[in-house]
């Protein structure tokens, strides 16, 4: 299994950015997708993630901002961000399991999952 992210760059405080993770080399359709980012020197935390029933859910911080949806006809999940402020400046990843394995504690905003792609990097300028 592969993933690749498209979408990332840099865009203005207040603007939208939709990241894109492709799925290949396995039956997307079976597989959970999360996002994490990464600020600079710091660990990954969780973002969102999809079930392959559609359910889902993101951390609390970026809720009404960052939403997650996926479409089984493209292999792709994507992560729609809207009023996007400098703080959300990081490099972002998208990661696949298996429903039972994708693993997200949403206490310690860490995200267990076996595939990754390599990142995408958004930038939001102030």
């Known amino acids: 299994v592969q993933l690749a992210e498209y979408g990332g760059g840099l865009v203005q405080t207040g603007g939208s950015m939709r990241l894109s993770c492709v799925l290949s080399g396995g039956a997307f359709s079976e597989y959970a997708v999360a996002w994490a980012r990464q600020f600079p020197g710091k660990g990954r935390e969780w973002v969102c993630e999809?079930?392959?029933?559609?359910?889902?859910s993101c951390r609390p911080s970026v809720e009404g901002r960052i939403t997650v949806s996926r479409d089984n006809a493209r292999n792709t999940v994507f992560l729609e961000m809207n009023n996007l402020q400098p703080s959300d400046t990081a490099a972002y990843y998208c990661?696949?399991?298996?429903?039972?394995?994708?693993?997200?504690?949403?206490?310690?905003?860490?995200?267990?999952?076996?595939?990754w792609g390599q990142g995408t990097q958004v930038t939001v300028s102030s």
């Open positions: 999809v079930y392959t029933d559609d359910s889902g």
């Open positions: 990661a696949a399991d298996t429903d039972t394995n994708l693993i997200v504690n949403s206490a310690t905003d860490s995200l267990e999952a076996q595939y």
